[in-house]
């Protein structure tokens, strides 16, 4: 289903404990798919009642770069007018972190594994 240049990237966030999201999940998350050949957020979900919220956010989030955070950012604050909305860039936020330190794990291992094909 998914590219094997894709990783799955999962943010969290706390919302207000009056928020129905914190009380059937504790708190919000979002899942990301982003293809690492090109940043691109492929696929988006997040914690939610009801569907609808998820399939807005994923409008929202897919085919964006994942470093695009002003951008995304201001999106949310224009287009989502949820009782999350300030959760929901937090979350993207802590994927975002998330995303960078798994290039960095990716990397650091893809450096290791051709210095060995290399025979360093």
């Known amino acids: 289903m998914f590219d094997k240049d894709t990783i ?13 999201i914190t009380q059937q ?14 940043d691109k957020i492929v696929e988006a979900a997040c914690s939610s009642t009801v569907q609808l919220t998820s399939d807005f956010a994923r409008s929202i989030f897919v085919g964006h770069s994942i470093y695009a ?10 287009r989502y007018f949820g009782s999350s ?6 979350a993207f ?9 798994a290039i960095s794990v990716r990397n650091s291992r893809l450096g290791v594994a051709v210095s060995k094909e290399c025979g360093k």
Do not use: M, W
Not at 85 to 90: F, G, P
């Open 25 to 38: 999940f504790s708190a919000f998350f979002i899942g990301l798919v982003v293809d690492t050949t090109n």
């Open 85 to 90: 909305q300030k959760t929901l860039i937090a």
């Open 69 to 78: 955070s002003d951008e995304i950012g201001e999106e949310i604050r224009y």
């Open 93 to 101: 936020k802590d994927a975002q972190k998330k995303y960078k330190q």
């Open 8 to 20: 799955y990237i999962v943010g969290d966030a706390q919302s207000s404990s009056n928020n129905p």
